[in-house]
Structure formats: C-alpha cells, structure tokens
C-alpha cells in the first residue's frame, strides 16, 4: 500500500487553475502535519506550504501566497494544493508529504507534473 | 534562509568516503536548543527519501555508513564507504526557519 498518492497534475495555460490531491493511507493523517513540496530538474526542491493537523494553520512561500491554498480534509485522508493564477515559473513535480519534525519529511507520494505552457 | 551546498557533483569510487557540504545564511539553532537541519536523498526515478534529520539522527533503515554532523551554520553529510546504490542528488533542508528552504542539490555519481 503506497501512503501518499498525488494526482491532479497536467498541461495548463498561464493564468489558469489546478487542483493537486494527495490521498493518504497505511500512517495516522490525522495527527500529522502535512507538506507540497515542488521540484524542478536541475534545480534544488522547493518547500511551498504546510498545514496543521487539525487545518487550522496553514504557511505559503511568498512566491505562491495568495494565489495558492493547501487545504485538508481528515475525514477523506486527503490532502489539496488549489493553484490559481498559474504561472510557467510553476511549472515543476509536485510531492506531498508529510512533516514528522520541523521539515523531516518522512513519508512522501510519487509526485505529479504541472506544466504551465501556452 | 539560503542554503548552499559544495560541492555541486562528486564521482566517487566504490568503497570510498565521500562527504557534503552544507551552509546557511543564518544559524539554524531553534529557540528550543534544537537544529532543524535534514538531509535528503533522491535516487534516479525516485522520490526523495530522508536519510539524517536534525544534524545527526540517522532515519529509520539508513545504513550506519550515513552520518551528519555540524552546527550553527555549517553542516556535513559523510558516507564512510560509498556503494553503487547510493548514487543520486543529496538535498539538505533547513526546517528551523519559515519558509523552509532547500539546498541546490550534490549530484553523487560512481567511477
């Protein structure tokens, strides 16, 4: 059973939308905070937000507040990534995983590939 | 939080040390006496996987070749005797500041 598994991810003009979806299973969800990381090849890995067990609290990188939003729902073992005002800069795979100490990320999906491309 | 890593790629004979360099641009050590410095590794077509977390814990399952040490600014990730499987990009990540912030990656490669 693989634990974290991302989909959601595809070709999509700039200035358009995505939503990424991550579905958690085989660890506790609930208690666990949870994190989108995005990678592009050659570059180093980018942390883009994080959130609370419980959803109350939510952290964005400059680079994406106010047009991302990383939401949970614990009761579906579901983690979201709402991208608007997408940008070819976003372009990257992006990992949800999770945070079991301050950025040790233990547990992470396969990834799922957003292009931003006119 | 900048991080920077030397070097950028490393081609090291099996059975052989190799070790990683890993800088900040401001101390990591947390208010709460801790350091929230991680090291991570993506093998090729893998996810990335963490290897050592806050400096020096070895993750669950990472061979005892694996080691970190450092403090403040300045961290090391060593592999006392490199294997063909250990090949890949090393990551190290910082977690005591927000945003968290990456390391540009050291490409480990087989002679």
């Known amino acids: 059973e693989v634990p974290l598994v991302e989909s959601g991810g595809g070709l999509v003009q700039p200035g358009g939308s995505l939503r990424l979806s991550c579905a958690a299973s085989?660890?506790?969800?609930?208690?666990?905070?949870m994190t989108w990381v995005r990678h592009v090849p050659d570059k180093g890995p980018e942390w883009v937000a994080n959130?609370?067990?419980?959803?109350?609290?939510?952290y964005c990188v400059d680079s994406v507040k106010g047009r991302f939003t990383i939401s949970r729902d614990n009761a579906q073992n579901s983690l979201y990534l709402q991208m608007n005002s997408l940008r070819v800069e976003d372009t990257a795979v992006y990992y949800c995983a999770r945070d079991f100490d301050w950025g040790a990320l233990d547990i992470w999906g396969q990834g799922t590939t957003v292009i931003v491309s006119s | 939080t900048v991080m920077t890593q030397t070097p950028l790629s490393l081609s090291v004979t099996p059975g052989q040390p190799a070790s990683i360099s890993c800088k900040s641009s401001q101390s990591l050590l947390h208010s709460s006496g801790r350091t929230f410095l991680h090291w991570y590794l993506q093998k090729p077509g893998q996810s990335p996987q963490l290897l050592i977390y806050?400096?020096?814990s070895r993750f669950s399952g990472v061979p005892d070749r694996f080691s970190g040490s450092g403090s403040g600014t300045d961290f090391t990730l060593a592999i006392s005797r490199v294997e063909a499987e250990d090949v890949g990009l090393y990551f190290c990540?910082?977690?005591?500041?927000?945003?968290?912030?990456f390391g540009p990656g050291t490409k480990v490669d087989i002679k």
């Open positions: 990540m910082q977690g005591t500041h927000t945003p968290r912030t």
């Open positions: 085989a660890f506790s969800f609930t208690t666990s905070w």
């Open positions: 959130i609370t067990p419980d959803g109350s609290g939510t």
């Open positions: 806050e400096v020096s």
